[in-house]
T-cell receptor, first 116, second 111 residues
Framework: DVKVTQSSRYLVKRTGEKVFLECVQDMDHENMFWYRQDPGLGLRLIYFSYDVKMKEKGDIPEGYSVSREKKERFSLILESASTNQTSMYLCASSSGGQGDKNEKLFFGSGTQLSVL | KQEVTQIPAALSVPEGENLVLNCSFT??????LQWFRQDPGKGLTSLLLIQSSQREQTSGRLNASLDKSSGRSTLYIAASQPGDSATYLC??????????FGTGTSLTVIP
């Protein structure tokens, strides 16, 4: 089974801090995604990547950046954390075959970030 | 842009009851539809995936159906148990290779 591992389950940071959220997948997946999930708003896509060193903005990229130096690792960076970035952050990966009807999303267990 | 809707937002049923969760989407140009379960404070766990050419998929007490032309999917849970209490989300993969999520149905099964 695919495993998507997020480095922290809970994180508490202060406003203005630089925050790194790490995500690693073990199935050689091409695609990796970062979402945030807030009550009443559902999942919102922050950034995604279809290949190493490649990144694309999602629906809400402001205040975030990403890094994908290796295929298995996709990092989300909050350059200067703010209280409105308090949220559940979810990493996901998929195999990436174009037009693959079996393409499935696999999620990590999430990181609950609190910015004080 | 694809819009995915799940109604109701919350559902409460007594243990043992069969139930149906609904998912609708606006654009039928999809590759597949996936149902997920999410427990409080946790990530999403994949339950079933239905390809666009399929009508249904079954796993244990779960059965998911897909009517692509009408933009609807249902997740049927037989003989519900308290352990089924969770939020259930559906997601479609459209032919532009993007995933779109519903906001979920929060299910409570009362012992």
């Amino acid at each position: 089974d695919v495993k998507v591992t997020q480095s922290s389950r809970y994180l508490v940071k202060r406003t203005g801090e630089k925050v790194f959220l790490e995500c690693v997948q073990d199935m050689d997946h091409e695609n990796m995604f970062w979402y945030r999930q807030d009550p009443g708003l559902g999942l919102r896509l922050i950034y995604f990547s279809y290949d190493v060193k490649m990144k694309e903005k999602g629906d809400i990229p402001e205040g975030y950046s990403v890094s994908r130096e290796k295929k298995e690792r996709f990092s989300l960076i909050l350059e200067s954390a703010s209280t409105n970035q308090t949220s559940m952050y979810l990493c996901a990966s998929s195999s990436g075959g174009q037009g693959d009807k079996n393409e499935k999303l696999f999620f990590g267990s999430g990181t609950q970030l609190s910015v004080l | 842009k694809q819009e995915v809707t799940q109604i109701p937002a919350a559902l409460s049923v007594p243990e043992g009851e069969n139930l149906v969760l609904n998912c609708s989407f606006t654009d039928s140009a999809i590759y597949n539809l996936q149902w997920f379960r999410q427990d409080p404070g946790k990530g999403l766990t994949s339950l079933l995936l239905i390809q666009s050419s399929q009508r249904e998929q079954t796993s244990g007490r779960l059965n998911a159906s897909l009517d692509k032309s009408s933009g609807r999917s249902t997740l049927y849970i037989a003989a519900s148990q308290p352990g089924d209490s969770a939020t259930y989300l559906c997601a479609v993969l459209n032919t532009g290779n993007q995933f779109y999520f519903g906001t979920g149905t929060s299910l409570t099964v009362i012992p």
